[in-house]
């Protein structure tokens, strides 16, 4: 997303779409303008962060640039956006996502309910899978060297030490 360079087919496709997810927390800061002027005016916009303390936030809301029309103070807010890299965070946007689908298109509601459920349940026992191989590791061991410093939720989640982002 970071070097995303957005094309006219882009906006085309926010222009027809029902339904639009962004994460929140400025992760899609090269594609928000683009969202804010070309989506629908009854088209439901999801903040899949929404109800997630992001790290690094000044401010519970603490935004960093206007707000884009209509598309809510959690699309700019400040902090690490990369919250679903914790299998709490995934849950949630899990969540949001099943409720903006869920208003947008209720006549699909059970469906998007039951697929939610399941995949909550694949969650968790992901998180129980994970939590059972780092035992493995020793305390002192847990250490991370990243490509990216995007793995704060996972090393707070399973008790690892980030020790550089290259």
């Known amino acids: 997303i970071h070097s995303f360079e957005p094309t006219p087919a882009v906006a085309r496709a926010v222009a027809t779409a029902d339904l639009i997810v962004l994460n929140g927390y400025h992760l899609e800061e090269g594609v928000l303008g683009i969202v804010a ?9 999801v903040i899949a962060a929404r109800g997630l303390a992001p790290r ?7 935004g960093d640039g206007p707000e884009p029309e209509g598309l809510g103070v ?8 990369h919250l679903w890299l914790s299998v709490a965070g995934a849950r949630r946007y899990v969540e949001n996502i099943r409720d903006g689908l869920v208003a947008a298109d209720p006549a699909h509601t059970d469906g998007y309910r ?22 493995q590791i020793p305390p002192e061991r847990r250490r ?16 690892f030490e980030l020790t550089a982002s290259l």
């Open 74 to 81: 959690l699309a700019t807010a400040a902090g690490d956006p």
């Open 144 to 159: 991370l060297v990243v490509f990216h410093d995007a793995y704060g939720y996972f090393a707070d989640a399973y008790g």
């Open 114 to 135: 039951e697929r939610a459920a399941r995949y909550i349940d694949t969650l968790a026992a992901l998180d129980i899978e994970v939590r059972q191989a780092v035992e």
């Open 37 to 45: 002027q070309n989506r629908r005016a009854d088209g439901a916009v």
């Open 56 to 62: 690094g936030a000044v401010e519970e809301h603490a």
